[in-house]
């Protein structure tokens, strides 16, 4: 089969794709015929040697795709050949044929495209461990998404509109902005010229959201922590803006605040099979219901992923951004 390769840790050039082994089936897998995968901000990171596969991975970025299932493991009951799936990947979709744990496994949503339910998986367990299953973020609460624009944030804003809470989201242009409240974002603040914090309050009357999703990190730490209403949660999944900082404890006392953080990628088989489970029975029926929508920007072919990087890299995209084997 063909995939792309990282050549060596470097720029998108370093992308290549090359004529590769086939994945090696287990008993306990479903073979994919990938018609679709998404860039995910891990992927950069994998190239440039920053974030390397798991442990028993495929050494191939790519961690999400939606295609055929070719072939199925003995140990398999769960699905069979010719099932039009997507699934979760720990890495590997950046090819024409990527091997699955059955567990890691969704139908393609109703009424959505093969292609575009490639764009799914990865935002929908990401968001909906983090947010609802970790941070239990309820109906009536308040969420302040930061990278509104992104495909997580994208996502998240149209699920968490759908279970009944008022959004908050930051972003970098107005165009952005205009996009995320197009899809449900009740409140807009771009970073490069607003304060989010005062914005926070003088849109809660002083109070604060209820939980905050940050892709940051260390840079927005202190000022997260200000921005959260009593008992608020802040859940990190990314350090965009670095990884230590010295942070005034009294808000996380005087508050009761909780500071969680994760990744998906690392999680084991077993850990993500729960999560996937738990997205077939919440967000599924959101976008069969037509609530919650793919957000497509473009799509390269395979042999195009360096220009995907770039795009991606140039953060002037609004949602996902696929390859197409």
Known sequence: MKAIVITRAGGPEVLQLQEVEDPQLKDHEVLIRVYATALNGADTFQRKGSYPSPIGASPYPGLECSGTIVSVGKNVSKWKVGDQVCALLAGGGY???VAVPEGQVLPVPPGISLK??????????????????MSRLSKGETL??????????????????????????????EEKL????????????????????????????????????????????????????????????????GVSTEVDLRALLGKRLTV????????????????????????????????????????????????????????QHIGKILLLP
């Open 178 to 241: 205009a996009f995320c409240k197009s899809i449900g974002a009740d409140v807009g603040i771009n970073y490069k010229t607003e304060d989010f914090v005062a914005r926070v309050k003088e849109e809660t009357a002083g109070q604060g959201v209820d939980v905050i999703l940050d892709v940051m990190g260390a840079s927005y730490h202190q000022r997260n922590l200000d921005s959260l209403n009593f008992d608020g949660r802040l859940f990190i999944i990314g350090i965009q803006g």
């Open 144 to 173: 302040l998404i930061h990278g509104g624009s992104s495909g997580i944030g994208t996502f998240a804003i149209q699920i968490a509109k759908y279970r009944g809470s008022r959004v908050f989201v930051t972003a970098g242009s």
């Open 95 to 97: 090819a024409e044929k």
């Open 260 to 315: 969680q953080g994760a990744g998906l990628r690392s999680r084991s088989p077993e850990n993500k099979t729960v999560i996937v489970n738990e997205v077939a029975k919440n967000v599924w029926p959101a976008i069969a219901e037509g609530k919650v929508k793919p957000v497509v920007y473009k799509s390269f072919p395979l042999s195009e992923a360096a220009e995907a990087h770039r795009l991606m890299e140039s953060s």
């Open 116 to 133: 575009d339910a490639a764009s799914f998986p990865e935002v929908a367990c990401t968001v909906w461990s983090t947010i609802f299953m």
